[in-house]
């Protein structure tokens, strides 16, 4: 009976989220709106068929868990450095200008100067969960305006671990004691990065090597698992936060090779998580008060959006973004955080906000997070306005929409792979490696080559490598019946998609052209020659300089082969 009691809120919740999902796109609305409606309609405000216990609030915390683990896997510490200014310089400058305009709000409103100053700190944040939804909803993930908010969001939730242990230390503690707990919790979150950066060199590295030669795919989910919820318990233990312990779990793996397989592994759970986490914000909402307050929380719902577009626009301008970037980053970090309904619930908070304020704050706050796909979609539509109207000329500040992400993926680096991936090196086009075979997976390491390891006939990598933003895929080690079973796909998902494809002769070259693929026969000398210049090709390189590149790699290649002709 006990595990029936467990299961009902489950089963329920996976019902809900597949019916919420149906009807948001056949509605052509963003699938947060659609899960935040039916938390709102089953939660104990509207029909009353679920409660939050301690089931759902454990599925919706284990949602932002895994969530946080995937940003973590993006953020290692080369790219925490290249966004450092993101991160250490715009998080902080555009928490400060929120916190102080929205402090001073609430004391204009008669809150005393303490709640008023966690009120301001909570509602300085955005919310990561929804934020990284719209971008990827969006296809916005790589683009300077998604690189840069995620980056911001990364800062808000260190924050937020230090703006929640002030909110706890001022239930009566001293300001001493407060220092030094914010003092402690800064030592054990340095103590936790260094300490993953190690775990994740020396333990994490070697043990998906063992892994990844095993040659047994089935290991690697229940160990991706392992390093989610072990970081994230480590973390807690330590008086921290579980999505703290998350990013830094997502920070060791992205130091590995071994990424885009865990996050096509991990990807499952986070939707699914995510989605009850939505859910269960939905059933916090109480529609009656909403209606009885109607007034006072689209007011306080307006110049929450408003005023944290335009704090967020300046601070991105005074670190060099134009007005069309620096607009529609503000659009996008408009909303309230789900820290805010953490912070008004404390005692000491609610008792100086009041019951009907928190009742406003929680209502406005939940409904900034319903709309910001809206607010994001109204914020790119005005810089792309601004940019055609009023900015012609401008070069200043990152493009709205520019994506960064490598042009070409090559799949397999034996020999023909790595001329492909020579000939791109060499003419300064960006790409990237994926190798299945681990004996070559760590030959090309060994050789200097940036290569991952994942199969190209897993459809979740492909979502994980960010297919769709991709001109082409050179796949220079064929497996006829892997790419008839995913042609349906990629012809449904990826339609622009090029796909270059190495085979042996003109039998194979006519059953690859039958399903859409360009087929080049490796019959060159050395091989590999002629398919890296129909990539070459398609990326725009000129015919001359093509054909100048194949003569010196054959000159290379024939001087090699007399060289050692002489030695013997």
């Known amino acids: 009976m006990e595990a029936l009691h467990v299961l009902q809120p489950l089963i329920l919740l996976l019902l809900v989220g597949v019916l919420a999902i149906a009807m948001s796109r056949r509605l052509g609305l963003s699938p947060i709106v659609g899960y935040l409606m039916a938390g709102l309609l089953i939660g104990p405000h509207g029909l009353d068929w679920a409660a939050e216990t301690s089931t759902t609030h454990l599925l919706a915390e284990l949602g932002v868990v895994f969530l946080l683990f995937e940003i973590g896997m993006h953020f290692s510490i080369g790219t925490i450095w290249e966004a450092r200014r993101d991160i250490f310089g715009l998080g902080p400058l555009q928490i400060l200008l929120c916190a102080i305009v929205f402090t001073w709000g609430a004391t204009i409103a008669g809150i005393p100067i303490d709640q008023a100053a966690l009120l301001g700190g909570g509602l300085a944040l955005s919310s990561t969960a929804v934020v990284v939804q719209t971008l990827r909803e969006r296809q916005q993930q790589g683009c ?22 002030l909110a706890s230390g001022s239930t009566g503690a001293a300001g ?45 989910t229940p160990t991706a698992l392992l390093v989610v919820l072990a970081t994230a318990v480590a973390t807690a233990s330590a008086e921290l936060s579980l999505t703290l312990g998350a990013f830094l779990g997502g920070m060791i793996i992205g130091e590995t090779p071994y990424r885009s397989i865990i996050q096509s592994e991990t990807k499952p759970f986070r939707a699914l998580l995510l989605g009850f986490f939505f859910i269960t914000i939905g059933m916090s909402l109480d529609w009656r008060a909403i209606l009885a307050d109607a007034g006072a929380i689209v007011a306080f719902l307006f110049l929450l959006l408003a005023l944290k577009t335009l704090l967020v626009a300046a601070s991105a301008r005074v670190f060099g973004w134009s007005n069309a970037g620096a607009i529609q980053l503000g659009a996008l970090l408009a909303q309230g955080s789900e820290f805010a309904f953490v912070i ?44 055609r109207w009023r900015e012609p000329a401008d070069a200043s500040g990152p493009a709205p929409s520019t994506s960064t992400v490598a042009p070409v993926v090559v799949f397999g680096l034996d020999e023909v792979g790595r001329r492909v991936a020579d000939a791109l090196e060499s003419h300064g086009l960006r790409y990237d490696a994926v190798e299945m075979d681990y004996d070559r997976f760590l030959r090309a390491s060994a050789d200097g080559y940036a290569v991952a390891f994942g199969d190209l006939g897993d459809v979740r990598l492909m979502q994980a490598l960010s297919i769709d933003e991709r001109s082409s895929v050179v796949i220079t080690i064929a497996r006829y019946e892997v790419s008839r079973d995913l042609t349906p796909v990629i012809d449904m998902h990826f339609p622009g998609l090029r796909r270059f494809v190495s085979v042996d002769d003109a039998v194979d070259r006519t059953r690859f052209e039958a399903l859409g693929l360009s087929p080049v026969v490796a019959q060159s000398v050395p091989r590999g020659l002629e398919l890296a210049a129909e990539v070459l090709r398609s990326e725009g390189v000129s015919d001359d300089r093509v054909r100048e590149w194949m003569e010196r790699e054959q000159e290379r290649f024939l001087g090699d082969d007399s060289a050692e002709i002489a030695a013997a």
């Open 176 to 220: 001493a004691d407060v220092l030094s707990a914010l003092g402690t919790a800064l030592g054990k979150g340095a103590v936790a990065f260094v300490a993953a950066v190690a775990i994740g060199r020396y333990l994490v590295d070697p043990l998906f090597r063992f892994l990844a030669r095993s040659m047994n795919e089935d290991i690697f």
């Open 344 to 387: 008004v619930a404390m005692p000491a908070v609610r008792a100086g906000l009041g019951e009907q304020a928190v009742g406003i704050v929680v209502a406005g706050v939940a409904v900034s997070l319903a709309l910001t796909p809206s607010v994001a979609a109204l914020g790119n539509a005005a810089a792309r306005r601004i940019r």
């Open 144 to 165: 300077p305006v998604g690189r840069t908010a995620t980056a911001v969001l990364i800062f808000q939730d260190i924050f937020a671990i230090f703006l929640l242990v």
